[in-house]
């Protein structure tokens, strides 16, 4: 049974437009939350995390929201850049960010097109 | 080149045959983790040390498979007898215990072939 979801396994934004990935959970006990980033023949790449004490944190173009009574987060990409073309993972932890026994989800591949 | 680093990139090999990975982490982080990833899925935690302890396994990792890191440093994944079921890409990762961002630097992977 998967932990975390990623229900939505292709996206596709107009550059300059807003991206927004979704991702939900079921296990309560996950208390921190991580998105990465992953182009094709590399390894992720970390982009923003998320402590459940919080429901929001900004990065620049990237924002997560967190609302943990639906169990659900997501990322927001604004503006969204042909760059930012790949696969995003959304991860979780029970560890408060301090394991390493991360739970992902199957990934959604963004495409911005120019 | 100061990220993590994994050897060999891509291995090819005949079912029942043993394949070994190595992963030179990030030379400052104590914590080192091997994932796998299937195509499709997400990465799937396998094992991480903390210096050269192994402190968790997943049940994913069968009595074929095995970690180790000796020094602390460099960590080595061995697989024996290897089965079609294990074409997959192995992912080493590193990071600084403490650093509570939960943030993991991946290698770009070893991708196995079991023919």
């Known amino acids: 049974d998967q932990q975390v979801k990623q229900n939505s396994p292709s996206l596709s934004v107009q550059e300059g437009r807003i991206s927004i990935l979704n991702c939900d959970y079921t296990?309560?006990?996950?208390?921190?939350f991580l998105w990465y980033k992953k182009y094709p023949a590399e390894g992720p790449t970390f982009l923003i995390s998320?402590?459940?004490?919080?429901d929001k944190n900004e990065d620049g173009r990237f924002t997560v929201f967190l609302n943990k009574s639906a169990k659900h987060l997501s990322l927001h990409i604004v503006p969204s850049q042909p760059g930012d073309s790949a696969v995003y993972f959304c991860?979780?932890?029970?560890?408060?960010?301090?394991?390493?026994?991360?739970?992902f989800g199957k990934g959604t591949k963004l495409s911005v097109k120019p | 080149d100061t990220g993590v680093s994994q050897d060999p990139r891509h291995k090819i090999t005949k079912r029942g045959q043993n394949v070994t990975f190595r992963c030179d982490p990030i030379s400052e982080h104590n914590r080192l983790y091997w994932y796998r990833q299937t195509l499709g899925q997400g990465p799937e935690f396998l094992t991480y040390?903390?210096?050269?302890?192994?402190?968790?396994k997943s049940r994913l990792l069968s009595d074929r498979f095995s970690a180790e890191r000796p020094k602390g440093s460099f960590s080595t994944l061995e697989i024996q007898r290897t089965e079609q079921g294990d074409s997959a890409m192995y992912l080493c990762a590193s990071s600084l215990d403490g650093r509570g961002t939960g943030e993991l630097f991946f290698g770009e992977g070893s991708r196995l072939t079991v023919l």
């Open positions: 040390f903390q210096n050269e302890a192994q402190l968790e």
């Open positions: 991860a979780a932890s029970a560890g408060g960010g301090s394991q390493g026994n991360l739970i």
């Open positions: 998320i402590s459940s004490i919080k």
């Open positions: 296990n309560s006990m996950f208390d921190y």
